[in-house]
């Protein structure tokens, strides 16, 4: 599995910390104030994930649009992407901004929202974090859940905003895709043995997903396993 900030080493230095002060146990969610890219193919999260790798002024895990998922750091490392959590956080960046949600096409929402809700769902069964918003109040009392940006740091942010689709995005994460993970699981499986299976099952997923993007219906656990380098041929 590639990570976007590896593979595009920052000429200014590294901006983000190769190891954590903490286990993970929330979720933040943002959005990185891009002009979303709202018509035809998305370019909106591969130009936040490009800019992400020049900035030193911040980092995050996952960047998501209408139509790319791009995992730009590894779970372990910590990002630096809300001022005083970033040890225990996990951070995801949605390309559009913060007071616009009311403005966007519903099927551009819609996808983004799925997209960001299959990233959120696997971590949450990563990590053991309830599909819950919580406060601050909660988070700094030990408990685990999905934060916005704008609870942690409300004096200074205000994303993924008030408008932000709670509802919808919880919708989505309740959608179950045990089917989907039993299809590919298998897939990988059957292929394991197999080196000439497996090359066109990796080429199959390549195809998919578009050199760093990886869609949104492909289970983060089976991507990782098949993209995964072990695998040589
Ligand atoms: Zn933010």
Redesign the pocket.
Same mark, same amino acid.
């Given at each position: 599995m590639s990570f976007y900030l590896l593979d595009h080493p920052n000429p200014n230095g590294l901006s983000y910390s190769l190891t954590r002060g903490e286990p993970i146990r929330g979720i933040?969610l +943002?959005?990185?104030e891009n002009v979303a890219d709202t018509i035809g193919p998305d370019g909106g999260a591969e130009r936040v994930a490009s800019y992400g790798a020049t900035t030193r002024r911040a980092s995050w895990h996952v960047t998501v649009d209408k139509d790319s998922i791009i995992y730009m750091l590894p779970d372990r490392m910590q990002a630096w +992407?809300?001022v005083g959590y970033n040890s225990s956080t996990l951070?995801i960046?949605q390309a559009c901004q913060a007071s616009k949600w009311k403005e966007y096409p519903a099927d551009w929402v819609d996808a983004t929202i799925t997209n960001t809700a299959t990233v959120v769902k696997q971590w949450c069964e990563l990590y053991d974090i309830p599909m819950k918003r919580i406060s601050r109040d909660e988070y700094d009392s030990g408990k685990r859940g999905i934060l916005a +940006?704008?609870d942690l740091?409300p004096s200074r942010?205000s994303?993924?905003g008030k408008d932000y689709p709670w509802d919808l995005l919880f919708e989505k994460m309740e959608t179950d895709m045990t089917e989907f993970y039993i299809e590919l699981e298998k897939l990988v499986t059957e292929s394991g043995g197999n080196a000439r299976s497996l090359f066109y099952t990796l080429e199959l997923l390549r195809g998919l997903a578009e050199g760093v993007s990886i869609p949104a219906n492909v289970p983060r656990a089976v991507a990782e396993a098949v993209l995964s380098p072990k695998h040589t041929y």
């Open positions: 933040v +943002h959005t990185a +992407h809300v951070g960046e +940006h704008a740091d942010r994303d993924p």
